[in-house]
T-cell receptor, first 112, second 113 residues
């Protein structure tokens, strides 16, 4: 079975401060990891995926297979980063590799 | 172009009634997914359609839930004899084949009184 854990329901930081949203996963095979974001009154959208190894809106995330983690980081948080963030996992290949398993989400608030 | 659309945006119903939720995927997207987002929970996979293949219904929580996809495009999620625990936001997503990026709709908020 695959599981995604986001230990923090709420995270509050000040503008300009570093932010790290934690994500740990449990999966016996080779996973593909994602971060999705949902801004207030907007639809859920993909933020980044580990295979892309890119920085989106200043956010980065590195897959650490040893620690089974995929933490989302940004060195200097902005107020517009305030949103709900979901970590998600799917199988890298093979059957059912379309099925995303989501964590429960972390609500990030960036205070002025 | 237009994104994934869902209707209605909000639905309030009484316990025991049947409801139908509609999803219009992005034109040309062959894969369609339904998820449920309950209060305090993450998104829960419900069902997946890909082209003309048999759908993956493994996430449907009970036999009161069913879904169909007509003509490989529009999908309807039906919940029969609704219960209060069915109250949630139901999200639809589509992708161009699989396992490509899923694009989500705005959701339907279902409230069962």
């Amino acid at each position: 079975a695959q599981r995604v854990t986001q230990p923090e329901k709420l995270l509050s930081v000040f503008k300009g401060a570093p932010v790290e949203l934690k994500c740990n996963y449990s999966y016996s095979g080779s996973p593909e990891l994602f971060w999705y974001v949902q801004y207030s009154r907007q639809r859920l959208q993909l933020l980044l995926r580990h295979i892309s190894r890119e920085s989106i809106k200043g956010f980065t995330a590195d897959l650490n297979k040893g620690e089974t983690s995929f933490h989302l980081k940004k060195p200097f948080a902005q107020e517009e980063d305030s949103a709900m963030y979901y970590c998600a996992l799917k199988r890298e290949s093979g059957g059912s590799n379309y099925k995303l398993t989501f964590g429960k989400g972390t609500l990030l608030t960036v205070n002025p | 172009g237009a994104g994934v659309s869902q209707s209605p945006s909000n639905k309030v119903t009484e316990k025991g009634k049947d409801v139908e939720l509609r999803c219009d995927p992005i034109s040309g997207h062959t894969a369609l997914y339904w998820y449920r987002q309950s209060l305090g929970q993450g998104l829960e996979f419900l069902i997946y359609f890909q082209g003309n293949s048999a759908p993956d219904k493994s996430g449907l929580p009970s036999d009161r839930f069913s879904a169909e996809r007509t003509g490989g495009s529009v999908s309807t999620l039906t919940i029969q004899r609704t219960q209060q625990e069915d109250s949630a936001v139901y999200l639809c997503a589509s992708s161009f084949g699989w396992p490509n990026e899923q694009f989500f709709g705005p959701g339907t908020r279902l409230t069962v009184l």
